[in-house]
């Protein structure tokens, strides 16, 4: 055997080679196929990938077309986007995530803050190796997702937003002007979650996101399977927290994290900076998206269309998933995505 092959160059370049074929084979092994639809209703393929320890659940229609990434919000989960799949999946990669904590994902022992939410995604996103990425988001997936893209915007090709965060204005963090018991609807609601001991009684003991608000934010009558589709993964007790922390996450009573601050500040210089193209899906009369937001999205971003989908309140794709669906369809062809 010839010894001089066994030089400090070759055997660099041997292991590198190692560490990289390591490095693939680990990328693949990590993405579990269940083999096992999620629902009846949800005729996909639960799948899972390990993320700091934890597995996230996720479907993915594979396909040939450009990614489009589906992330919910407060209390959904994948479920939510379920009717409206169908009218991407032809020409796209649809995958739909749940947050860590949410639906078929694990709920590790952390404090489900914003900050922690948002390790897990962009982790998430890292081991599916996901590039050139439609964000079609919702509700504090809205926050996440334009967060994320703030972060990394060489890999994102277009956002689509409906009923979600919509930075009119910098966040400051200080306490309301308005007594929490003078609040009126939901910023009431807000401050009550947001007080010891009360928010954790409404949770935890009432289940108040799901029994409540979930079915009188929507026009359309949940059946009562598709209420226990919302209801399973929040069973009971503490597993309910993810749900307890992001109300708690506006900051109501002055305590914003710093982390929600900087981020909701620097995603709204993205979003009047970027080019991408951008939709904004409106409802009337809508929760979070009245005609003041609407007007900062026409006025500040520089590629966006703005389309009125029709009645509804906040769950909009209970409401409208077809209209959804074909709408950002529609969109994505005509911008060549």
Not at 15 to 37: D, P, R
Not at 108 to 125: G, K, M, Q, R, S
């Amino acid at each position: 055997m010839n010894k001089k092959l066994f030089t400090k160059p070759f055997v660099f370049i041997l292991t590198t080679m190692f560490l990289l074929s390591a490095c693939n084979n680990s990328k693949t092994s990590k993405i579990e196929h269940s083999g096992i639809q999620v629902r009846s209703d949800f005729p996909y393929e639960s799948m899972f990938v390990e993320v700091n320890g934890a597995k996230m659940h996720f479907v993915d229609t594979g396909g040939k077309g450009t990614p489009i990434l589906m992330i919910h919000g407060q209390p959904t989960w994948s479920y939510l986007w379920r009717n409206v799949i169908p009218h991407l999946e032809n020409n796209h990669r649809v995958i739909a995530v749940d947050l860590i904590g949410f639906g078929k994902s694990d709920k590790p022992n952390i404090n489900y803050t914003i900050e922690e939410h948002a390790v897990y995604l962009e982790a998430f996103i890292q081991a599916l190796d996901l590039k050139d990425l439609t964000l079609v988001v919702h509700d504090w997936g809205g926050f996440l997702g334009f967060d994320y893209a703030a972060k990394h915007p060489s890999r994102i090709k277009a956002l689509a937003f409906m009923e979600t965060v919509i930075p009119d204005k910098p966040l400051i963090n200080k306490k309301p002007e308005i007594a929490p018991e003078n609040m009126k609807g939901f910023a009431k609601i807000l401050a009550m979650l947001s007080t010891k001991g009360v928010g954790e009684k409404m949770i935890y003991e009432d289940n108040m996101f799901i029994e409540q608000i979930l079915p009188s934010a929507m026009l359309h009558k949940l059946s009562d399977d598709e209420m226990d589709a919302y209801r399973e993964p929040f069973d009971k007790g503490k597993n309910r927290l993810p749900m307890l922390q992001f109300p708690r996450e506006v900051g109501i009573l002055g305590n914003a994290s710093d982390y929600v601050i900087k981020a909701r500040n620097d995603f709204t210089q993205y979003l009047i900076s970027t080019h991408v193209p951008a939709l904004l899906l409106t409802f009337s009369p809508g929760a979070l998206v009245n005609q003041e937001k609407i007007d900062w999205v026409k006025n500040n971003m520089k590629n966006v269309s703005v389309k009125h989908i029709g009645k509804a309140i906040h769950f909009v794709q209970e409401d409208h998933p077809e209209a959804i669906g074909s709408t950002i369809a529609q969109w994505l062809k005509s911008e060549n995505l």
